[in-house]
């Protein structure tokens, strides 16, 4: 059969998963992909789906977790429209706060943003949302800039004076195509609202989720917040700003009063019921949480603030109500002061989506085992592909340093400062740059101070988008430098390091979740859920994945080449190993150091002998 793909003809094993999703489309079966880095997912998924979608009418949505990851999707959906001249749209959806234009309420932050700028709106005093009412997508300069992103709409929309996001809605009424964020389907609060500013039903749609890997984890975000004392403390000066007087000294009162009866000495956290929590649950609990609200609102307005901590506790207050069994409400006491925390175990409110879908395909890098997601994702009638890589073994090397660990227990300076000495000796046997990647940022910042080398990129910690690109951008272009990364963020998942910018990567200790409360509860819930696989599912297959996933990220085509070294010798044990091995071959050199100069030298001689091959064609 002839599928609508871009390029002359796809790599091995990328027409067979062409195939198998256009056979599982065909039933109407959702689909789990479980295919290596730089197969080419992103356009066997919807060179297959849009083939579909244009015969049966149907809509098609590609979700990714990170606005980062829409270019991929946006280039292969214009290089099917371009060389097959067909005559549909797409549209590149973000949050509204990414290409608000009304430097009133740009800046402004979280929540906080969408409360002011519907607040403006209602108020009739936003000139972009008006003049955006009457606006005609017909507009030939629209068209161009949809297809160029939501930075060139951004642009276009300053030069028009009308709301980005409004035009955008208002376009993508009458698209085929709908690039966006996973908050706009997979978010139980958002979801039936934007799609019905879209126009468009999700039950004739197909909906591809880019590193579906991340469904779970960040289902169970939205529907997870958190309060603590020095919060409502914040609160209570932005009241007393805006002469409110609204009182919370009873809730920071009973969340100590929790706190002294729920943790005994030496205890950290403690489960809460919801009956524990009576005390300061008013009978007008809502009325008060509308009040906050227009509170926060109000002392954003009058003091020209950021953000609202008034609305965070309104926030709370609606997420706390609204918990069902499947939420752990935690007490936490640090430094003599309490937290408490509504955390989503597992999002059943979030699922419902998944079933309502004309069908799904699932797919990542690290999709293993499917069976783990497609229990979790309550999908029946799936089909379950896996694919081997398209790329020559000799391409990749891999290997475990049994020297090394990053366990709680044997965390010590001495110890980052071996592992800084290792990861430079490393970096010093490879020809170009090196990417390392740590279970978390206090690993990252104990071990990169210590490591010295002349060009050394460091993530830090809260980086907005902007100064991640940025960061990315410079190391990219600077040959034999280091990038500094913790796994599971912005640069280890779901991005492209072009023209093998990365020579080797060093994953530096396993990032798995730290054993506290919430985890213990989860495993529990899990373990009650899927027939005692709580540990697998909650603890250590997410982290493989998040090991993996950074591991990936530098081979990412035929021509790429690099050494990765795992840095712990947990990776050697047989829950760790046999988890791995599903995705990456590990060698079983005794002196791995040698074995990476000679793989560099190795190929060193097959770049010169491809050289000097004559060209069949000259």
């Not at 500094?484 to 990365?502: L, R």
Request: contains cysteine; charged residues 25%.
């Amino acid at each position: 059969m002839d599928y609508l793909f871009r390029f002359d003809k796809p790599r091995p094993n990328q027409g067979a998963m062409v195939n198998d999703i256009y056979k599982a489309l065909t039933d109407r079966h959702d689909i789990f992909i479980n295919a290596p880095t730089g197969l080419g997912k992103t356009d066997a998924s919807l060179g297959a789906a849009l083939t579909f979608a244009l015969k049966k009418d149907l809509d098609v949505f590609f979700l990714t977790p990170k606005i980062s990851q829409h270019r991929i999707a946006m280039e292969a959906v214009l290089g099917i429209k371009r060389k097959f001249g067909l005559d549909f749209s797409f549209a590149d959806i973000v949050g509204k706060r990414n290409i608000c234009i009304n430097d009133k309420v740009n800046a402004i932050e979280s929540d906080a943003f969408y409360g002011s700028c519907e607040s403006l709106v209602k108020a009739g005093k936003c000139t972009y949302f008006s003049r955006s009412k009457n606006f005609s997508t017909d507009d030939k300069g629209l068209a161009d800039a949809m297809e160029n992103g939501h930075n060139a709409l951004l642009d276009y929309s300053y030069g028009k004076g009308v709301c980005a996001y409004e035009i955008a809605a208002k376009y993508a009424k009458n698209c085929r195509v709908i690039i966006a964020g996973y908050s706009h389907l997979l978010n139980p609060y958002n979801s039936g609202a934007f799609l019905k500013k879209i126009g468009h039903s999700i039950d004739n749609a197909i909906i591809i989720w880019d590193e579906a890997h991340n469904l779970i984890n960040i289902a169970n975000s939205y529907l997870s917040t958190s309060i603590s004392e020095l919060g409502i403390d914040a609160a209570e000066r932005e009241l007393k700003a805006i002469n409110n007087s609204i009182d919370l000294d009873y809730l920071k009162f009973a969340m100590k009063k929790l706190a002294a009866k729920k943790l005994s000495k030496g205890m950290s956290e403690a489960l809460v019921d919801k009956s524990d929590m009576s005390e300061f649950m008013e009978s007008e609990y809502e009325k008060l949480i509308d009040d906050l609200e227009k509170a926060g609102l109000e002392y954003i307005q009058a003091k020209n603030a950021k953000r609202s901590s008034i609305l965070h506790i309104a926030r709370f207050l609606r997420g706390f109500l609204d918990a069902d069994e499947s939420a752990a409400r935690i007490i936490k006491a640090r430094n003599g002061l309490a937290r408490l925390n509504v955390s989503c175990l597992y999002p059943d409110r979030a699922l419902p989506i998944l079933q309502e879908a004309y069908a799904n395909v699932f797919m990542s890098a690290t999709m293993e085992p499917m069976r783990m997601y497609s229990d979790m994702f309550k999908v029946a009638n799936s089909e379950m592909r896996s694919y081997a890589s398209p790329f020559p073994k000799h391409n990749k090397a891999a290997f475990i340093d049994n020297e090394f660990t990053t366990k709680f227990s044997q965390r010590s300076n001495e110890q980052y400062m071996k592992m800084a000495k290792r990861i430079e000796e490393i970096k010093d046997s490879v020809p170009g740059s090196v990417a390392v990647f740590f279970p978390s940022f206090s690993v990252l910042e104990g071990i990169s101070r210590h490591v010295n080398v002349a060009k050394k990129y460091v993530q830090r910690r809260e980086m907005q988008s902007q100064a991640t690109d940025a960061l990315m951008k410079r190391f990219t272009e600077d040959d034999g430098s280091m990038l500094m990364a913790v796994m599971g963020g912005s640069f280890s998942e779901g991005i492209d390091y072009k023209n093998n910018s990365i020579k080797g990567i060093i994953i530096v200790g396993i990032p798995l979740t730290a054993p506290d409360l919430e985890l213990k509860l989860r495993i529990a819930y899990l373990d009650k859920r899927f027939e005692g696989r709580g540990m697998d599912y909650a603890y250590i297959i997410p982290a493989i994945v998040r090991s993996v996933q950074a591991a990936g990220r530098a081979v990412r085509s035929e021509r790429d080449r690099a050494v990765l070294v795992f840095m712990d010798k947990r990776y050697s044990w047989r829950m760790y190993m046999a988890a791995i091995s599903n995705s990456i071959e590990i060698s079983d050199s005794k002196d791995y150091m040698k074995s990476i100069r000679f793989f560099w030298d190795l190929n060193d001689v097959v770049d010169k002998v491809v050289k000097a091959k004559p060209d069949k064609n000259s």
